[in-house]
């Protein structure tokens, strides 16, 4: 094995951290993220809750009609940051370098201090034992020869799960026959796509990589080459605050000299830039507009903001940015933020949803969305999470251009 990687995961991170510290929830269904009657989304829920279709991200309404048995909980993150900061610290103990995904998962190279196999498995026992012993909690542990496989094989035999993917023919041979979106970065989206042109397994990927790459562009070739077990990604230890900024932004298939239009489409990326902020638990402090002209004349414009990570705040400060800029048609724009830092107590999305300004953000921009959904006739409701994928981004900002 030219790496050996260790993938950790903890099980039902926020509601095992609860459970521990509270024997009498044990066995019951848990739902951690906003209480029944309020705004918010599941962040973790118990594999009791999981029985009853409950699963995170979903909203607490829906939840609620799933299981209005279950025990309801606001996330205490400072409680969970504090947990993680000691299952890293244990984890990176057996690691040449770590990768922080989030507080409860990382990657781990361990291909000096394990040697082979043999010694990947020891580590790995090693870390769920002292995850148990000194934390208290269990967690599902992958080893593998590449960031993908351990992955898939920690997700293999959740929870307190153990799985070994040595090799890319013993990756293949598990996953060549499910469904595509057993590949890291095929969303649901993807593999709707997908299925819609009968590629529904691994396999069919890998007997149609035309097809894909035609579908998915760029995606497609990275998908295709995980379904032939490639992936040579290394771990790279990350912190998110090193980071210099976060940007998306859309090339315009022909120019665009609709301004209210420009305005739209900085709406949807400036949702995309927030939906990235708060994955990594980031804030700028300023906002950043792009603009390339049709004759390729770049210009960016700037303004230092209040700690912002907001979609709407972020939007409107780009759209003053966008009022002052000289109007020719335009061939790309691009949003983002800059002057990251990373604001404790707000590292992670679930808890922001309780709060009340937060949920005011949320009101106008649920509005402005409907806005655009009326304007273009778009239906994208309830749906946010897909234009946070490139592809559908620039189609959904495509379709845009042509309905106005
Ligand atoms: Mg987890």
């Known amino acids: 094995m030219d790496q050996i990687i260790i993938h950790v995961d903890m099980d039902a991170f926020f509601a095992s951290v609860e459970t521990r510290d509270n024997p009498n929830l044990r066995g019951k269904p848990l739902i951690i993220g906003a209480l029944p009657g309020e705004r918010g989304v599941v962040a973790?829920?118990?594999?009791?809750?999981?029985?009853?279709?409950?699963?995170?991200?979903?909203?607490?309404?829906?939840?609620?009609?799933?299981?209005?048995?279950?025990?309801?909980?606001?996330?205490?993150?400072?409680?969970?940051?504090?947990?993680?900061?000691?299952?890293?610290?244990?984890?990176?103990?057996?690691?040449?370098?770590?990768?922080?995904?989030?507080?409860?998962?990382?990657?781990?190279?361990?291909?000096?201090?394990?040697?082979?196999?043999?010694?990947?498995?020891?580590?790995?026992?090693?870390?769920?034992q002292r995850t148990k012993d000194e934390v208290g909690l269990t967690c599902s542990v992958g080893v593998a020869y590449s960031k993908t496989a351990a992955k898939t094989a920690s997700e293999e035999k959740k929870p307190d799960g153990y799985f070994e993917i040595p090799s890319a023919q013993d990756f293949l041979n598990l996953i060549i026959d499910r469904n595509v979106s057993v590949l890291y970065t095929v969303g649901k989206m993807t593999a709707e796509k997908l299925n819609a042109l009968g590629i529904r397994t691994v396999r069919d990927i890998r007997e149609n990589p035309e097809t894909v790459a035609r579908l998915l562009g760029k995606q497609g070739q990275w998908i295709t080459k995980l379904a032939f077990g490639v992936d040579d990604r290394k771990v790279t230890p990350y912190r998110p605050q090193d980071a210099k900024s976060i940007s998306r932004e859309v090339t315009f298939q022909e120019d665009v000299q609709n301004y209210d239009l420009l305005r739209d489409v900085l709406a949807l990326l400036a949702l995309c830039v927030e939906h990235r902020a708060k994955r990594h638990g980031l804030l700028g402090n300023g906002v950043t507009l792009k603009l390339t002209y049709f004759d390729m004349k770049g210009i960016t414009r700037s303004r230092i903001t209040s700690a912002c990570d907001s979609a709407v705040m972020i939007w409107q400060t780009a759209v003053e940015l966008l009022e002052n800029v000289e109007k020719r048609p335009v061939r790309l724009i691009g949003v983002g933020i800059y002057n990251l830092s990373g604001e404790e107590g707000r590292q992670l999305t679930m808890d922001d949803f309780m709060n009340e300004s937060h949920d005011r953000r949320d009101e106008e921009m649920r509005k402005m969305l409907d806005t655009l959904q009326h304007r273009y006739k778009l239906g994208f409701a309830g749906h946010l999470a897909q234009l946070y994928e490139a592809d559908t981004l620039h189609k959904t900002v495509e379709y845009m251009r042509r309905h106005i």
């Open 44 to 128: 973790t829920c118990s594999y009791e809750a999981r029985k009853y279709g409950v699963h995170s991200a979903m909203n607490i309404k829906g939840a609620y009609r799933l299981c209005p048995n279950g025990i309801y909980m606001h996330p205490n993150i400072d409680k969970y940051r504090a947990v993680s900061a000691q299952l890293h610290k244990i984890w990176n103990t057996y690691a040449s370098a770590a990768e922080t995904i989030a507080l409860d998962e990382a990657y781990l190279d361990v291909t000096e201090k394990a040697g082979n196999l043999e010694g990947a498995r020891r580590i790995a026992q090693a870390i769920k």
